[in-house]
């Protein structure tokens, strides 16, 4: 029996069929999608603050750069008074003159920056990026140019953005040509320490620099074109290594930049009239200058982070906003953790950072200190070395007398001239058989051949210990020990 036909008021559903949208070229499927690790830069434009920290900073930049461009120029004793004679192997700072024997106290220099980065770092944080770290300071440098030149961050920002004309290529030629001048005075002046800076300016006039003077010259200020000119806070954040390390030796104790959020949140524009506590809102009134002025560009509001150098610049400038809105400073602060979350005063903070670690970091850097000085203090201006005869350990000479050969390297460190007197013990009748003085020039090294004799039958067959005596016959009578070995053959 066949089925009834449908009349013609009856409607017909089509099937369902689903619809599986096509996959966009370029994007994998199974909801895959390729994410760029890679964020360009934004560049940073910081506006210009002023307050203590700020004046602080500029302080420090004056300070350093005066001792850098100015110490070259200096004299001491009819020569450069801080010079770094790499060819003659001869290191002057001011009275002292050191060689390559020396170089303990470099090392010892070396512990002593390590270990006061240290003790500063636990008690204050990033004391040093954020003021005195050579970057920071030409930076700011730099900064101050072109500020001179394109004006403040606004201007900077609508040049940035405006289309090449002639102004922007005059402003923009100007402040490079001011850039490279100042960097290439720069490398001159780092070059200056290495050869006398009155030879080196002479030789730039006449165009006549040796290869490797121009190209620490040009290397030098170009590093310093480079990295204060276009690199700025990514040295800070990606090449150095202290961003990384630095929290390691921060504890809840040290003293940072603090937004104190407590009192800051819930953060919102208001009148100036305006009752914030009537509005539900904090002291922070989102004006973004905090992040306007900050040399890395990051936000303190948000709390900690590695590219904070504690520079201070959002102190100074969330200072200014308090000021004018009517409240009290400090939204924005130099505080330690445990300060912000116990509610301490400066004074508690303050007896809080004499803990433990900074009083083991001060006394290792005080004993430290105290013992390269008085070793420099007490330093000798004369060193011998006892190098023997190669070429014959011993040999028999007239009346039957046994003779060894010695060279002795006499350095004379002060800057005059001086006569020495050498003489030998240690054996019976051992004697010097040629010129027991010498003469040593102004900071020279000279070498002296020294013929010592023992009597025959004086000492059995073997190697017999000797001491080698050189005494200055100045004032000062300076005098040196050296043991050496006396050989009698069999």
Known sequence: MSSPAPDATSTVKPPVIPIVPETPKGVLED??????????????????????????????????????????????????????DLEARRFYIFGLVLYPQDFIYLTGLLVISALALFLFTAVAGRLWCGYACPQTVYTE??????????????????????????????????????WVLFALWTGFTFVGYFTPIRELASLSL????????????????????????????????????????????????????????????????????????????????????????????????????????????????????????????????????????????????????????????????AVITLAVFVSLFLRTPLKVDVIRDRGALARMVEQGRIENVFRLQIMNATESPQRYQISVDGLEGVMIASETEVEVLSTEVRSAAVRVQLPPNAAPAGSHPIRFTVRSTAADAS????????IVPR
């Open 31 to 84: 909801d895959e999608v390729m994410v760029s690790l890679y964020a360009s830069r934004k560049k940073i434009h910081p506006r210009s603050v002023s307050g203590l920290f700020s004046k602080w900073r500029w302080a420090l930049v004056w300070f350093t750069q005066i001792i850098f461009y100015g110490l070259p120029w200096l004299e001491w004793n009819a020569r450069q008074a801080v010079l770094f």
């Open 141 to 178: 440098i730099f900064l101050w140019i072109e500020k001179k030149v394109e004006g403040d961050r606004s201007a900077r920002i609508r040049l940035d953005e405006s289309s090449l004309d002639a102004r922007k290529f005059g402003k923009r030629s100007l402040k490079h040509a001011l």
């Open 206 to 365: 006449a165009a006549s620099l040796g290869p490797w003077q121009t190209f620490w010259i040009f290397f030098y200020g170009f590093a310093t074109y480079g990295n204060a000119g276009f690199m700025r806070e990514q040295v800070c954040k990606y090449m150095c290594p202290y961003a990384r390390f630095q929290s390691a030796m921060f504890d809840k104790d040290t003293m940072i930049v603090t937004y104190d959020k407590a009192r800051g949140e819930p953060r919102g524009a208001r009148s100036k009239k305006a009752d914030p506590k009537a509005l539900g809102l904090g002291a922070c009134v989102d004006c973004t200058l905090c992040v306007q002025v900050c040399p890395t560009g990051i936000d303190i509001r948000n709390g900690l982070q590695y590219e904070c150098i504690g520079c201070g610049a959002c102190i100074d400038v969330c200072d200014e906003v308090m000021d004018k809105v009517g409240y009290p400073r400090g939204l924005v602060k130099y505080s330690t953790q445990n300060g912000m979350a116990k509610g301490w005063t400066r004074e508690q903070m303050v007896r809080h950072a004499f803990r433990p670690r900074v009083l083991v970091y001060s006394s290792v850097l």
């Open 479 to 486: 005098e040196v020990v050296e043991k050496a070995v006396f």
